[in-house]
């Protein structure tokens, strides 16, 4: 038996956006990423450092952790006990925020032992070691544990750690979506890729089986209702869970088995979702699913597999919307093999749409041939500043493009998304609109279900069309949200007034979105501390409570064909 240990696991320290830092850099997904030009219509979503939550739930020493916590929170924390060991998980972007953070540590817990964990690891030696008594350059879990001196490949518990429902308008929605990270890692190897790289292109599992899976998923429903909140679906972080097709063939069955799908927003490539068909994952509970769109002509393995036109129809009459990334700035793209992407992408009519621009990690193929062409701009070449590592910036000379000349295309893509599709919003609505139009009269019973699920979504959300027939930022897109409303009403019923007073509340909340956006009001994440193996914890893990897991320590090479 080990003597416990103190432990602090913390993200980097918030504000975001300061001084030469990319402003996407935060603790968003949608409003930072990918529904940044969408202004009062974005999404906004904070999302926690799940990797910390992960490795506290799986320790046996009290663990507390701090989710973007302000210099002066850290330092309160760290002076308010002795902790043995704090662990920073960051990435390549939020570097300059460690040695800040180290110094800090330095100053007043001088004793304790500074861990750095997360992908910023990519970053070589002689920048980290400085900062650091250990670097974790894998998964988590066993590596704690190693240091502590438990067994590394003991049962691996899912925390219970939910954030809030996407928002919008301002409006925060009651419930809250839970987390289960099913694997960690990629095979497909794409050349630009850091995690699939960062795990030499293994997979490793959190959830062996689809059992393990379903079983995961049951115990946070169980977590939530001890908690009292009320969950509105599930993100699974795997980043391509359709490529373990054996485990995605056992999770359905037990969907099936007990009847009941579950709310996902999850991530898939071509090639793992073409190994399904589009009905069986809607009866899995797909809502939302991550698609790389990349460009079809720079090849990858994982765009290999169904048409993607037809893929995505086919997910989207399922009700499935689609978030699809495109890069930018390949050697041999021009502007007008841009452009003739983008084209295609929007005729594909994503839910949500995100655009990078090409650049490269520390560890991955492409940054080794970056180095070796000498490809870096001067900025980017000696001594980076390796805070504009975010896809936000472009890193290479490039035959067609200034840097600036790339970047500005960027931007302009983001807003032609928003011009010619209109708010995501509207387009989530529609689709899951048509995904209850064309699963209604399923014999399926849990297409059918799904069916009800769809209109339910529509419905609850049908007061924030008006706001988009109003200010939706084109014609067309105006258009678009008041064909759907009176699609809506013509199919399901004219609306009640409660839902007239929600849409005039939705126009009022939208004038106070835009008020806050233009004043920076309101913009940064607050601290969220959790307790973990502690007294003090609202739950304490232990006995009962663990899912029924194997060992996750085992990792997998390939994956299922
Ligand atoms: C969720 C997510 C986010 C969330 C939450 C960020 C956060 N605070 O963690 C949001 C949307 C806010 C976000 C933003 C950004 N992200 Co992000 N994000 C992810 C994503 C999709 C999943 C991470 C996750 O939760 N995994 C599940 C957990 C359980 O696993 P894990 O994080 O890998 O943690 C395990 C190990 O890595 C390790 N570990 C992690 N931290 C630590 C710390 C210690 C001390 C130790 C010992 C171990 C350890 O142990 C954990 C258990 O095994 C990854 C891609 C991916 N699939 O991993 C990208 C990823 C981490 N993001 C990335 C990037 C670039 C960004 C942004 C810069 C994007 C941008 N343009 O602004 C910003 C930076 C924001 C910020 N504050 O850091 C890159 C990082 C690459 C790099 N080397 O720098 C990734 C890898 C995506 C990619 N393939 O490029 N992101
Ligand atoms: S499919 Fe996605 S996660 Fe896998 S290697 Fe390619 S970019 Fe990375």
Sequence with gaps: MTQPHSILLTTVCRPF?????????????????????????SFRQIIRGWGLDY????????????????????????????????????VVATFHKVRRMVELIRKHAPHAKIVLGGYGTVLP??????????ICREEGIGFFRKLLGEVPDGPLRHPYAPIPSPSIFSYKRPSKVAHITSGLGCPNGCDFCCTSHFFKRRYIP???????????????????RKTGDELGGFILIDEDFFLQKRRALEYLECVRRDGRAFSIMGFGSIRGLSQFTADEIAEMGFETIWIAFESPSANYEKMKGREVGTLFKELQSRGISVLSSMIIGFPYQNRSDILRDFDHLMSLDPAFTQILIYFAFPGTPFY??????DRYQDPYRENPDYRRWDGFSMHFKHPHFTASELEALQRELYRQDFLRLGPSLIRISQVWFNGYLNLRSSRNPLLKQRAERMLFFCRSTVSALLPGILFAPSKHARTRAHKLLKQIKHETGPLTIGEWMKSLGAVLLSGWTWLTLKLNLFQQPRLLRLEYNSENRHRISGEGYAP????????TAVADK
Excluded at 57 to 83: A, D, G, M, T, W
Excluded at 206 to 224: C, K, P, S, V
């Design 55 to 90: 490795i506290a739930e799986n320790l046996s020493s009290p663990c507390v952790v701090l989710h973007y916590p302000s210099e002066r929170e850290l330092v309160k924390e760290i002076q308010s006990r002795h902790f043995d060991f704090i662990g920073i998980n960051f």
């Design 125 to 134: 030696d002689d920048l980290l070691l400085p900062l650091a008594d250990t």
């Design 17 to 41: 956006g300061g001084r030469g830092e990319g402003d996407s850099v935060g603790a968003e997904l949608f409003h930072a990423q990918v529904t940044r030009a969408q202004g009062i219509f």
């Design 206 to 224: 959190f959830a062996e089986t689809g059992q393990d899976l379903y079983e995961a998923i049951l115990h946070q429903e169980r977590e939530a």
């Design 548 to 555: 029924k897991l194997k060992p996750a320590a085992a990792t």
């Design 368 to 373: 080794a041939q970056a180095i070796s062409e």
